[in-house]
């Protein structure tokens, strides 16, 4: 009784810390926030279009650590976790990409400019895609785990790189602009809010790929124990939910 | 409808695109454990059935 | 000494194996002709910026040309136990990987010998003029592209997928050599050897530095069984 009602008010709590602060970074962003002068409107994207650039640049970081520990230590819940932050960076650097293209449609008269951010940006959209592509095509964890580890890996320490390589080609993006204070009061607000919904989501698929992988093993243990009857007559149908 | 309230619509559709199909790879894991447990339950009866 | 001795062997044993099979070399060096050849018929119609085009092709042409010979110096490996044989040398996994980065490294400057004097002559870019500076670029680009190759392809032989998907996996991970390689040939064709250039080359070697030394130190964790 006391542990149900402590599991519900937990559950609640975290449901308000992530929905409060979301409502009113877009309340902010959206409305109240002052409009810049030269672009208008438009520039309101700036809150999202950061916050996921941001996020997407961290989740980078995070695959690749927890990679390196998977490494180094062998032991698959670091790569569930480095799993659940490449899907996680890929949707955020997906949105930047996203965004910053309506963005710069409207502002600069262009979806794309070869722009060393956007470029940059794109390389990370592809390094991540590359080790999605490889955990997808492999049954193996440990192999997937392995691979995709050290692609993470090599992925962080190609970034600066990659970082170096395109800031030399002239850009237009701007650098870090002058801002109101109630300007950046509305973009902090917005990083720190979409950082614990998408930690929310990182965290909830971390727990999915756990059973998935726990419910696995055990799968594989129940065949071997009871493997599935072929002469009775009455076998097992497949079980869908509409069944309950 | 202006640029700005776009790409706002377009940035939360795919998030709730990618909460939909976490919802949906959530169904999928349940329906196995359903699956997995009725497989389990059944074999022991089959075994008692046996033994009359 | 007998590291270097072994070192020597493992090289020697795959470029004999090459030579007498033949199972690589004519086919790449076959699409890296073609690709140049192809490329500079439609570049004979372009007047201004044909250096930027001629680079940017250049390395493109390298890459994916080279992407045929990367794999395969791994996977022949693969196959009918010579894996436990390779694994036998009195030595780390550290220097398998410099054995066979040497041998990739040959590869690809056999198919640059071929690329780079074919589009001198087909495209009348200056780029003999300086040839020395174009051979630092080309070493220090073929070494970025090969040690990722390398890696990568210790990657794919432990997933027996085959490497159809290499060369889109390792693409993002060269973007900085093919981006700074074809920039440093473009002013090397332009007769533009100055700061820029050298901004250019240090990259290269930064790369080259980096990837090679992570391609040591990861090679042992990457293989293993």
Same mark, same amino acid.
């Given at each position: 009784?006391?542990?149900?009602?402590?599991?519900?008010?937990? *559950?609640?709590?975290? $449901?308000?810390?992530?929905?409060?602060?979301?409502?009113?970074?877009?309340?902010?962003?959206?409305?109240?926030?002052?409009?810049?002068?030269?672009?208008?409107?438009?520039? $309101?994207?700036?809150?999202?279009?950061?916050?996921?650039?941001?996020?997407?640049?961290?989740?980078?970081?995070?695959? *690749? *650590?927890?990679?390196?520990?998977?490494?180094?230590?062998?032991?698959?819940?670091?790569?569930?976790?480095? $799993?659940?932050?490449?899907?996680?960076?890929?949707?955020?650097?997906?949105?930047?990409?996203?965004?910053?293209?309506?963005?710069?449609?409207?502002?600069?008269?262009?979806?794309?400019?070869?722009?060393?951010?956007?470029?940059?940006?794109?390389?990370?959209?592809?390094?991540?895609?590359?080790?999605?592509?490889?955990?997808?095509?492999?049954?193996?964890?440990?192999?997937?785990?392995?691979?995709?580890?050290?692609?993470?890996?090599? *992925?962080?320490?190609?970034?600066?790189?990659?970082?170096?390589?395109?800031?030399?080609? $002239?850009?237009?993006?701007?650098?870090?602009?002058?801002?109101?204070?109630?300007?950046?009061?509305?973009?902090?607000?917005?990083?720190?809010?979409?950082?614990?919904?998408?930690?929310?989501?990182?965290?909830?698929?971390?727990?999915?790929?756990?059973?998935?992988?726990?419910?696995?093993?055990?799968?594989?243990?129940?065949?071997?124990?009871?493997?599935?009857?072929?002469?009775?007559?009455?076998?097992?149908?497949?079980?869908?939910?509409?069944?309950? | 409808?202006?640029?700005?309230?776009?790409?706002?619509?377009?940035?939360?559709?795919?998030?709730?695109?990618?909460?939909?199909?976490?919802?949906?790879?959530?169904?999928?894991?349940?329906?196995?454990?359903?699956?997995?447990?009725?497989?389990?339950?059944?074999?022991?009866?089959?075994?008692?059935?046996?033994?009359? | 000494?007998?590291?270097?001795?072994? @070192?020597?062997?493992?090289?020697?044993?795959?470029?004999?194996?090459?030579?007498?099979?033949?199972?690589?070399?004519?086919?790449? @060096?076959?699409?890296?002709?073609?690709?140049?050849?192809?490329?500079?018929?439609?570049?004979?119609?372009?007047?201004?910026?044909?250096?930027?085009?001629?680079?940017?092709?250049?390395?493109?042409?390298?890459?994916?040309?080279?992407?045929?010979?990367?794999?395969?110096?791994?996977?022949?490996?693969?196959?009918?136990?010579?894996?436990?044989?390779?694994?036998?040398?009195?030595?780390?996994?550290?220097?398998?990987?410099?054995?066979?980065?040497?041998?990739?490294?040959?590869?690809?400057?056999?198919?640059?010998?071929?690329?780079?004097?074919?589009?001198?002559?087909?495209?009348?870019?200056?780029? /003999?003029?300086?040839?020395?500076?174009?051979?630092?670029?080309?070493?220090?680009?073929?070494?970025?592209?090969?040690?990722?190759?390398?890696?990568?392809?210790?990657?794919?032989?432990?997933?027996? /997928?085959?490497?159809?998907?290499?060369?889109?996996?390792?693409?993002?991970?060269?973007?900085?050599?093919?981006?700074?390689? +074809?920039?440093?040939?473009?002013?090397?064709?332009? +007769?533009?050897?100055?700061?820029?250039?050298?901004?250019?080359?240090?990259?290269?070697?930064?790369?080259?530095?980096?990837?090679?030394?992570?391609?040591?130190? @990861?090679?042992?964790?990457?293989?293993?069984?």
């Amino acid at each position: 009784m006391q542990n149900k009602f402590v599991s519900i008010l937990c *559950g609640g709590l975290t $449901r308000a810390a992530v929905t409060c602060p979301l409502i009113a970074a877009l309340g902010l962003a959206m409305v109240f926030a002052p409009t810049e002068e030269t672009m208008g409107q438009v520039q $309101r994207i700036l809150y999202i279009h950061v916050a996921s650039a941001w996020l997407g640049l961290l989740g980078f970081a995070v695959m *690749g *650590g927890c990679g390196l520990a998977y490494l180094l230590r062998r032991n698959l819940a670091w790569d569930h976790w480095s $799993r659940a932050a490449n899907e996680i960076g890929w949707l955020c650097s997906s949105l930047t990409l996203l965004t910053g293209s309506l963005w710069a449609h409207s502002a600069w008269g262009t979806w794309w400019t070869w722009e060393p951010r956007l470029t940059t940006m794109f390389v990370l959209w592809a390094l991540y895609s590359s080790c999605l592509i490889v955990r997808s095509s492999m049954d193996e964890p440990h192999l997937s785990a392995r691979i995709a580890g050290a692609l993470a890996i090599l *992925g962080l320490l190609d970034l600066p790189l990659v970082i170096m390589a395109t800031r030399w080609f $002239r850009g237009i993006h701007p650098v870090s602009p002058e801002m109101e204070p109630m300007m950046q009061v509305t973009l902090l607000l917005n990083v720190i809010a979409f950082t614990v919904f998408f930690g929310l989501l990182f965290a909830r698929r971390h727990s999915q790929l756990v059973s998935e992988s726990l419910l696995h093993q055990l799968e594989i243990h129940v065949l071997a124990d009871h493997p599935p009857v072929v002469n009775e007559v009455r076998t097992i149908p497949p079980l869908s939910l509409e069944t309950f | 409808m202006s640029t700005f309230v776009t790409s706002y619509v377009i940035f939360w559709l795919v998030v709730a695109l990618y909460v939909v199909q976490l919802g949906g790879r959530q169904r999928a894991l349940l329906e196995r454990m359903a699956s997995l447990q009725l497989r389990l339950q059944e074999s022991r009866r089959q075994q008692f059935e046996n033994l009359d | 000494m007998r590291t270097a001795t072994t @070192l020597y062997w493992l090289v020697c044993k795959d470029l004999v194996s090459e030579y007498r099979a033949r199972q690589v070399w004519p086919a790449m @060096l076959m699409l890296g002709a073609l690709v140049t050849f192809l490329f500079n018929a439609q570049l004979d119609a372009v007047v201004e910026g044909k250096s930027r085009m001629l680079a940017i092709q250049v390395w493109l042409a390298i890459y994916f040309a080279g992407t045929l010979a990367l794999h395969r110096t791994l996977t022949t490996e693969h196959v009918d136990g010579c894996w436990d044989a390779l694994r036998l040398y009195p030595i780390t996994p550290a220097w398998i990987y410099t054995a066979k980065l040497t041998v990739n490294f040959l590869v690809l400057a056999a198919l640059q010998a071929v690329i780079l004097p074919l589009c001198v002559l087909l495209s009348n870019v200056p780029l /003999q003029e300086h040839a020395w500076h174009m051979v630092v670029v080309a070493v220090l680009g073929n070494i970025g592209i090969s040690s990722v190759g390398t890696l990568l392809g210790g990657l794919w032989l432990c997933s027996r /997928q085959g490497a159809s998907m290499l060369a889109c996996l390792a693409l993002p991970l060269v973007a900085p050599v093919i981006l700074a390689a +074809s920039e440093a040939t473009r002013l090397v064709a332009d +007769s533009e050897i100055g700061p820029q250039w050298w901004r250019w080359v240090g990259l290269l070697g930064v790369f080259d530095v980096v990837f090679v030394t992570a391609g040591i130190v @990861l090679f042992d964790f990457i293989i293993e069984d």
